[in-house]
């Protein structure tokens, strides 16, 4: 089982609110990521980090920001949010390796 | 254009029945290939992964087969579950980055039906 953990697991806000996605492992990982996917759509890597004070902007564009300020934690920030933004949103971690890629459940987030 | 295409896109068997679900990539130079299951809601979870030199592997009733040379992969699921519904997930990293990139398939959406 693994030890990453994102809440809320669900969010439905309005338009132009500022949120906050958490995500925090226990497992002393160095890589962490977040990615979005919509319904039957692939993963997509919006953000990474290889360590703290280390972040880099992913494959798909996001209007998204991270920190790194401690390994365990790796939030996601929108200061503005919009309808576009609705999707799923998830957190990942990683050994040195990257063999091993640990997934949070997700948050689910509607922008109305 | 590095690619990862799986199909069928969905399938549905009934409880007991086994399957087969296929992927195709295009992703070079290749490191490895994983399967992960991803229920409705949730995070993937890992399945197998499996680098250049491995043809199988399986963990319970799911085997993955790889043939790095036309590029394809299948998972085999024996005497499926219900709780085998899920979205099963063919993901691909290169070797051509320090990043290590992933490129993820769309997934084939299994439903086991009683």
């Known amino acids: 089982e693994a030890d990453i953990y994102q809440t809320p697991r669900y969010l439905v806000i309005g338009t132009g609110k500022k949120i906050t996605l958490e995500c925090s492992q226990t497992?002393?990982?160095?890589?962490m990521y977040w990615y979005q996917q919509d319904p039957g759509m692939e993963l997509h890597l919006i953000h990474y980090?290889?360590?703290?004070?280390?972040?880099e902007k992913g494959d798909l564009s996001s209007e998204s920001t991270v920190s790194r300020i401690r390994t365990e934690h790796f939030p996601l920030t929108l200061e503005s949010a919009r309808p576009s933004h609705t999707s799923q949103y998830l957190c990942?971690?990683?050994?040195?390796?990257?063999?091993?890629?640990?997934f949070g459940s997700g948050t689910q987030l509607s922008v109305l | 254009k590095n690619q990862v295409e799986q199909s069928p896109q969905s399938l549905i068997i009934l409880e007991g029945k086994n399957c087969t679900l296929q992927?195709?990539?295009?992703?070079?130079?290749?490191?490895?290939l994983r399967w992960y299951k991803q229920d409705t809601g949730r995070g993937p979870v890992s399945l197998t992964i499996?680098?250049?030199?491995?043809n199988t592997k399986s963990n319970g009733r799911y085997t993955a087969t790889l043939d790095a040379d036309t590029k394809q992969s299948s998972l085999h699921i024996t005497a499926s579950q219900l709780s085998d519904s899920a979205s099963y997930i063919c993901?691909?990293?290169?070797?051509?980055?320090?990043?290590?990139?992933?490129?993820f398939g769309r997934g084939t959406q299994l439903t086991v039906w009683p």
């Open positions: 497992m002393g990982h160095d890589k």
């Open positions: 990942a971690s990683s050994t040195q390796g990257q063999e091993k890629l640990f």
């Open positions: 980090s290889y360590g703290v004070n280390s972040t």
């Open positions: 992927c195709n990539y295009t992703v070079s130079p290749f490191s490895n």
């Open positions: 499996m680098t250049f030199s491995e």
């Open positions: 993901v691909v990293s290169d070797r051509g980055s320090t990043l290590g990139r992933l490129y």
